[in-house]
């Protein structure tokens, strides 16, 4: 699918690729390491892996002490699915962990990735209007034939 997108728009008006957990695991991670599209930025489960040091611990484990407000971002590289990435996380005020996974530009990593809600909003939006925009007009075009056949 990426590989149609891109072949299609180009790759040189993205700014980053933002994804939700429902894309996650070893096969599509390698496949964003192997073909660097843009930066990336997924985000992924509390319950997820990370390898730390010769240990796996699940992800709210590794960010089991931060509070609501600012991000955190972990220094070095952990490994997810086998992949070696930039891990930060930040404490929303419902106490759920929001935790994005990352190439590259680790400190932007949650900025980036918040653009994505206001996208897909927007995209709702469209296609809530669109839906009503298509109803209006097949509604009109009854209308009309009615008129036509009355006449």
């Known amino acids: 699918m990426c590989n149609q997108f891109l072949e299609r728009f180009g790759e040189r008006e993205i700014a ?9 695991g070893n096969d599509w991670l390698g496949y964003l390491l192997k073909v660097p599209l ?6 992924i489960c509390e319950n997820h892996q990370l390898k ?4 796996n611990l699940k992800a709210k484990v590794v960010f089991q002490d ?3 407000g600012p991000h955190k971002v972990l220094r070095q590289k952990r490994q997810l699915w086998g992949h ?3 891990i930060t996380a930040l404490r929303l005020e419902d106490g759920s962990l929001l935790i994005v996974a ?10 980036d990735y918040a653009k994505r809600w206001g996208i897909e909003t927007l995209y709702q939006f469209f296609k ?8 209006w007009c097949g ?5 009309m034939a009615g008129a036509y056949q009355l006449e």
């Open 66 to 68: 931060l509070q609501p």
């Open 38 to 43: 843009r930066p990336f930025r997924i985000c």
């Open 16 to 24: 980053c690729l933002t994804a939700d957990r429902e894309f996650v």
């Open 52 to 55: 730390q040091g010769g240990q």
């Open 84 to 86: 070696w990435v930039y």
């Open 128 to 135: 809530v209007e669109l839906q009503m925009l298509q109803s």
């Open 102 to 111: 990352t190439q590259s530009a680790p400190k932007s990593a949650i900025t």
């Open 139 to 143: 509604v009109q075009a009854i209308n």
